[in-house]
């Protein structure tokens, strides 16, 4: 007799719908599937009926984050264990009476609906590239406990031959099933289909290039005064190519002289990423989320499925090609390769005379354009391939966005040569990734099977909306405002129906 566990979940893919949070919750079901093989006779003799007393059946979902890097070394973390027991009560008795000299097996199918955690992290890979895939990683996991029950003991089979030797409770296990971890936003609401612009004020004292490329007597009061504030979307979606930046600049408190010694040459502008690597879980994230305590971390409780390099660690036979450090990171360009990121200021630079008119110098100078981004990587490192990612953040691995955004000024002095100064500013940036748009209708698909069977499938899962996407976290139902109500009509009465005076006299006459 064979009992073998295999983990069906509705999908392998589940959707985590706007920002992490520790309050949110997403539902991960399907069923665990539990098959028993019919013993083997002995001399091909009559088969007995194979009986089992299920007493446990849990299913855990679990996740963990490892990284390898040449500076850090190996590092791992238990992220969540989640289990649910599906034998409530008392054991549920298992049996393939009426078809022990069948063919197949019989099976019986165990139903789970698991709360998966709202703020844990996305799947993803990274670390060493030297090194088997590291990183982020989900699974779902069963075991069995059961009992085997005789019938008829005077039967002889190969189970009674060995039943001395084994024991009377038995445990099995299915084998892990993996499970990714996507998080989403809404798309903007409107028909741009754009996420809106932030604004954002600079400081041009604070940010003001310290070393001078020209002289030392920097006019600091005159560039310090001018106003500068730069607009970039609120987030950007994977699959943009191009990232529109708007730059304005005004000069309302330099007198008339001032502004004819100022000049904008060009301005440059770089969208950064920058990944950073850790051993140690980061504090801040472990202080804004529930990470398993250190008594469930490895090597306390070591992980379901680690990283061939952790026997290695647990020996000490693991060293770091370079002296050990906390974290380690690495920062590029995602501007396509042939894209510099520089802009040169048509004219002679000089943006703030175009009238002395007082009314005129409220005018904001702007300057739009659309940042390219690169599609594929180019440059590869220690990490492997430079490849774009969403912004995330996990216990042992960041990805953040910034824009860097450096203006060039130039200022006229009497018989000198110019001063130049450059204002160099970050924007932070972020990467999302978008939902898809959902299929016109639910409905069913049929497919014909080899064994001449039809399966019906339905697309019910993929095609209801999360609940985040309904409610507010309060409960309240959400409101799509974008979109108007009807326009109010009267209700129009037919001629036909209208009541008519003269005829109605004219019956009551006639009843008279």
Same mark, same amino acid.
Not at 319 to 341: C, H, I, K
Not at 441 to 468: K, V
């Given at each position: 007799?064979?009992?073998?566990?295999?983990?069906?979940?509705f999908?392998?893919?589940?959707?985590?719908?706007?920002?992490?949070?520790?309050?949110s919750?997403?539902?991960l079901?399907?069923?665990?599937?539990?098959?028993?093989?019919?013993?083997?006779?002995f001399?091909?003799?009559?088969?007995?009926?194979?009986?089992?007393?299920?007493?446990?059946?849990?299913i855990?979902?679990?996740?963990?984050?490892?990284?390898?890097?040449p500076?850090?070394g190996?590092?791992?973390?238990?992220?969540?264990?989640?289990?649910q027991?599906?034998?409530c009560?008392?054991?549920?008795?298992l049996?393939?009476?009426?078809?022990?000299?069948?063919?197949?097996?019989?099976?019986?199918?165990?139903?789970f609906?698991?709360?998966?955690?709202?703020?844990?992290?996305?799947?993803?890979?990274?670390?060493?590239?030297?090194?088997?895939?590291?990183?982020?990683?989900?699974?779902l996991?069963a075991?069995?406990?059961?009992v085997?029950?005789?019938?008829?003991?005077?039967?002889?089979?190969?189970?009674?031959?060995?039943?001395?030797?084994?024991?009377?409770?038995?445990?099995?296990?299915?084998?892990?099933?993996?499970v990714?971890?996507?998080?989403?936003?809404?798309?903007p609401?409107?028909?741009?289909?754009?996420?809106?612009?932030?604004?954002?004020?600079?400081?041009?004292?604070?940010?003001?290039d310290?070393?001078?490329?020209?002289s030392?007597?920097?006019p600091?009061?005159?560039?310090?005064?001018?106003?500068?504030?730069?607009c970039?979307?609120?987030?950007?979606?994977?699959?943009e190519?191009s990232?529109?930046?708007?730059?304005?600049l005004?000069?309302?408190?330099l007198?008339?002289s001032?502004?004819?010694?100022?000049?904008?040459?060009?301005?440059?502008?770089d969208i950064k990423?920058?990944?950073?690597?850790?051993?140690?879980?980061?504090e801040?994230?472990?202080?804004?989320?529930?990470?398993?305590?250190?008594r469930h971390?490895?090597?306390?409780?070591?992980?379901?499925?680690?990283?061939?390099?952790?026997?290695?660690c647990?020996?000490?036979?693991?060293?770091?090609?370079q002296p050990?450090?906390?974290?380690?990171g690495?920062?590029?360009? !995602?501007? #396509?390769?042939?894209? &510099?990121?520089? @802009?040169? $200021?048509?004219?002679?630079?000089?943006?703030? *005379?175009?009238?002395?008119n007082?009314?005129?110098?409220?005018?904001?100078?702007?300057?739009?354009?659309?940042?390219?981004?690169?599609?594929?990587?180019?440059?590869?490192?220690?990490?492997?391939?430079?490849?774009?990612?969403?912004?995330e953040?996990?216990?042992?691995?960041?990805?953040?966005?910034?824009?860097?955004?450096?203006?060039?000024?130039?200022?006229?002095?009497?018989?000198?040569?110019?001063?130049?100064?450059?204002?160099?500013f970050?924007?932070?940036?972020?990467?999302?990734?978008? !939902?898809? #748009?959902?299929?016109? &209708?639910?409905? @069913?698909? $049929?497919?014909?099977?080899?064994?001449?069977? *039809?399966?019906?499938?339905?697309?019910?899962?993929?095609?209801?909306?999360?609940?985040?996407?309904?409610?507010?976290?309060n409960g309240?139902?959400?409101?799509?405002?974008?979109?108007?109500?009807?326009l109010?009509r009267?209700?129009?009465?037919?001629?036909?129906?209208?009541?008519?005076?003269?005829?109605?006299?004219?019956?009551?006459?006639?009843?008279?």
């Amino acid at each position: 007799m064979v009992v073998v566990l295999d983990i069906r979940p509705f999908s392998d893919t589940l959707f985590m719908y706007g920002e992490a949070s520790s309050s949110s919750a997403f539902s991960l079901a399907g069923h665990v599937n539990i098959s028993i093989a019919p013993p083997k006779s002995f001399l091909n003799r009559s088969r007995s009926t194979t009986r089992l007393l299920l007493r446990s059946l849990v299913i855990t979902f679990e996740g963990q984050s490892e990284v390898i890097t040449p500076v850090t070394g190996y590092a791992p973390v238990r992220l969540c264990s989640v289990s649910q027991e599906l034998v409530c009560g008392d054991p549920i008795e298992l049996s393939n009476e009426g078809l022990e000299y069948s063919a197949s097996t019989c099976s019986w199918n165990a139903v789970f609906d698991i709360r998966v955690p709202g703020w844990l992290p996305v799947t993803s890979t990274y670390g060493d590239a030297d090194f088997e895939e590291t990183g982020t990683r989900y699974a779902l996991y069963a075991t069995a406990t059961y009992v085997h029950l005789e019938d008829d003991p005077s039967s002889f089979s190969w189970l009674n031959f060995c039943a001395p030797l084994c024991s009377r409770s038995r445990i099995v296990d299915a084998p892990q099933c993996p499970v990714t971890l996507r998080r989403v936003i809404e798309p903007p609401p409107g028909p741009s289909g754009s996420f809106p612009l932030a604004m954002y004020v600079v400081d041009t004292q604070k940010e003001l290039d310290d070393t001078p490329e020209g002289s030392s007597t920097t006019p600091f009061d005159v560039l310090g005064k001018v106003e500068v504030v730069a607009c970039t979307p609120t987030a950007v979606s994977m699959g943009e190519t191009s990232l529109p930046f708007t730059l304005r600049l005004r000069a309302k408190d330099l007198t008339h002289s001032e502004r004819e010694c100022l000049r904008l040459t060009e301005f440059s502008v770089d969208i950064k990423q920058v990944e950073v690597y850790r051993n140690t879980t980061s504090e801040d994230y472990a202080g804004d989320f529930p990470i398993p305590s250190q008594r469930h971390q490895p090597p306390n409780e070591p992980l379901r499925s680690h990283h061939p390099v952790h026997t290695l660690c647990s020996v000490d036979a693991f060293q770091t090609a370079q002296p050990p450090r906390s974290s380690v990171g690495r920062s590029f360009s !995602l501007l #396509p390769e042939n894209s &510099s990121g520089r @802009y040169v $200021i048509g004219g002679d630079g000089r943006i703030f *005379t175009n009238s002395n008119n007082p009314a005129s110098l409220l005018e904001w100078y702007i300057l739009d354009v659309d940042i390219p981004i690169a599609v594929e990587p180019y440059e590869v490192d220690w990490a492997g391939p430079c490849v774009r990612r969403m912004t995330e953040s996990s216990p042992l691995f960041s990805v953040r966005h910034t824009l860097s955004v450096s203006i060039q000024c130039a200022y006229d002095l009497p018989e000198k040569a110019p001063v130049c100064r450059r204002l160099h500013f970050l924007l932070p940036l972020q990467q999302v990734c978008l !939902l898809s #748009p959902r299929p016109p &209708s639910a409905g @069913y698909h $049929i497919s014909d099977t080899s064994s001449g069977e *039809t399966q019906l499938e339905t697309s019910f899962a993929q095609s209801l909306p999360a609940y985040s996407q309904l409610f507010h976290q309060n409960g309240e139902r959400k409101i799509d405002f974008s979109i108007p109500l009807p326009l109010y009509r009267p209700p129009s009465i037919p001629v036909s129906q209208s009541p008519d005076p003269s005829t109605s006299s004219q019956k009551d006459d006639s009843s008279n």
